[in-house]
């Protein structure tokens, strides 16, 4: 059975700092994908990762692949408060349609 | 283009009730999926459906609930006889392939039972 995890699971930081969230998950992948969801809200999609060593860049947020190693990574740049959200990534299951199967997600909180 | 909508916003039942909640996906999209999400958790699958036809409802309880995509009109997750631990936002999801596309998600439908 798939499993994703991810770390850490709450994250506070404080504005213009740098961080690292992780995403690990169980069993072989090539597609990844990175959610942002606020609050209420749905989710936004941010990153579609499909092969390894595959790295997108938008603003102030990066994310890598490495499906060697089954690792994800979503680096965030010098933080703002705009992006305290709950980052979730997600592996498909399949061979065929998008049965994803999501990480618990990231609630990262940026201060002043 | 319109997104995907999904309505009702919030929906109030009581126990024993039945509760339907509607999709309509993104234009030119045909493929279907509905999540679940329980407070503080990530998202659950539960079905992806293409019109009129369920491909993987492995996520789906066994009973009580049902989902369909038809021909015309919205997709529909219809839970029947609804019970405290239905309570959750369920999401429909469209794309316009079922391979390595993003999924485009609606605002979903925040169900409480009472």
């Known amino acids: 059975e798939l499993k994703v995890e991810q770390n850490p699971l709450f994250l506070s930081m404080q504005e213009g700092k740098n961080y690292t969230i992780y995403c690990n998950y169980s069993t072989t992948s090539d597609r990844l994908y990175w959610y942002r969801q606020d609050p209420g809200k749905s989710l936004e999609s941010l990153f579609v990762l499909l092969s390894n060593g595959a790295v997108k860049q938008e603003g102030r947020l990066m994310a890598s692949l490495d499906t060697k190693a089954r690792l994800s990574t979503l680096h965030i740049t010098a933080a703002v408060h705009d992006l305290s959200a709950t980052y979730f990534c997600a592996v498909d299951k399949t061979d065929y349609g998008q049965n994803f199967v999501f990480g618990p997600g990231t609630r990262l909180s940026v201060l002043p | 283009n319109a997104g995907v909508m999904q309505n009702p916003r919030h929906l109030v039942r009581r126990r024993g009730q039945e509760a339907r909640l509607r999709c309509s996906p993104m234009k030119g999209h045909s493929h279907v999926y509905w999540y679940r999400q329980l407070p503080e958790e990530g998202l659950k699958f539960m079905v992806y459906?293409?019109?009129?036809?369920?491909?993987?409802e492995s996520g789906m309880p066994k009973e009580r609930f049902s989902a369909e995509f038809p021909k015309e009109g919205p997709s529909i997750l219809r839970i029947q006889q609804v019970v405290r631990g239905d309570s959750a936002a369920y999401f429909c999801?469209?794309?316009?392939?079922?391979?390595?596309?993003?999924?485009?998600f609606g605002s979903g439908t925040q169900l409480s039972v009472l």
């Open positions: 459906l293409q019109k009129e036809n369920i491909i993987d």
């Open positions: 999801a469209s794309s316009p392939i079922g391979r390595n596309e993003k999924l485009f």
